[in-house]
């Protein structure tokens, strides 16, 4: 890979977190000193990143997926709604927002270089991190099989005095971490899964985006004109905002409170499942 991200005094990640791969721009190779001993995989990985609605990923994680799926690596995005709520306009119906949102969604993925998206289509800001959402985040878990989940940081309830995280963001994320861990693992978990051939799947990394206290940054510098291409396709959104100032900043202000990761950086909370 071409860079590693790490932790926050600039230690290798396999350093400060005891037996722990350092993570790479997608799954790490583990160097292995014993030519007799094998090699992690250092093939095209699998990436989902799971979210809530259109233009999350975009804002989260736009910049890392371009990077990734530039380097080779197949990612999928799974949506648990398509946007039907997001509209103030009185002539536009769900429906329509709908239909709308997941083309901007697909625009979108285009420029990134995603391979596949899914969208779950659950009612926007209404979701519940339930059995049901659970069984079914994990059912999608066990088709797709990423070696890499990317999803919303599910402990982020306010940023500041002036955002409050939407309620689907974190439902999402937790519904999402409780199927990466146990259920998509565990044979016995759902076992009506079982019954429609999908066999248990382990995640091995996990990136939490937007979160508080990142410890691994994944330099953007070169993929940044993606990101905010990919956002300017979600036109019902952006209106006439163009998101490049604000998303700039951001992705500099990480990258200076954290050096040494590149000019432009997004920082995610990471995780390394045994």
Not at 15 to 29: L, M, T, Y
Not at 83 to 93: M, N, Q
Not at 168 to 174: F, I, L, Q, S, V
Not at 202 to 223: C, S
Request: glycine share 6%; charged share 30%; with cysteine.
């Amino acid at each position: 890979m071409t860079s590693t991200p790490t932790t926050p005094d600039d230690t290798p990640a396999d350093q400060s977190r005891g037996d722990a791969a350092e993570p790479s721009a997608a799954i790490d190779s583990v160097v292995v000193p014993d030519d007799t001993a094998p090699a992690e995989d250092t093939g095209p990985k699998r990436v989902a990143v799971i979210v809530a609605h259109p233009d999350d990923a975009e804002f989260l994680c736009a910049g890392t997926v371009a990077r990734w799926a530039g380097e080779g690596h197949h990612v999928t995005y799974v949506l648990l709604t398509s946007g039907d709520k997001g509209s103030s306009d009185p002539a536009v119906t769900p429906e329509q927002l709908v239909a709308t949102r997941e083309a901007e969604q697909r625009d979108a993925c285009d420029v990134l270089g995603v391979a596949d998206v899914i969208f779950l289509r659950h009612p926007d800001a209404t979701l519940v991190p339930d059995l049901a959402m659970r069984r079914e985040i994990t059912r999608v878990i066990r088709q797709v099989r990423p070696d890499i989940v990317i999803c919303q940081d599910p402990t982020v309830r306010f940023v500041g005095q002036d955002y409050l995280n939407h309620p689907d963001h974190r439902a999402t994320g937790e519904a999402t971490l409780d199927a990466i861990y146990p259920a998509a693992r565990d044979r016995m978990t759902f076992p009506e899964l079982l019954a429609e051939g999908l066999e248990p799947h382990k995640v091995r990394e996990v990136y939490l985006g937007g979160a508080k206290e990142p410890d691994v940054w994944v330099d953007i510098t070169a993929t940044l004109p993606k990101k905010l291409e990919s956002l300017r396709r979600h036109v019902s959104q952006m209106g006439d905002w163009d998101p490049e100032e604000m998303v700039r900043r951001w992705a500099k202000d990480e990258a200076e409170q954290h050096p040494g990761n590149g000019e432009y950086v997004e920082g995610y909370k990471y995780f390394k499942l045994d």
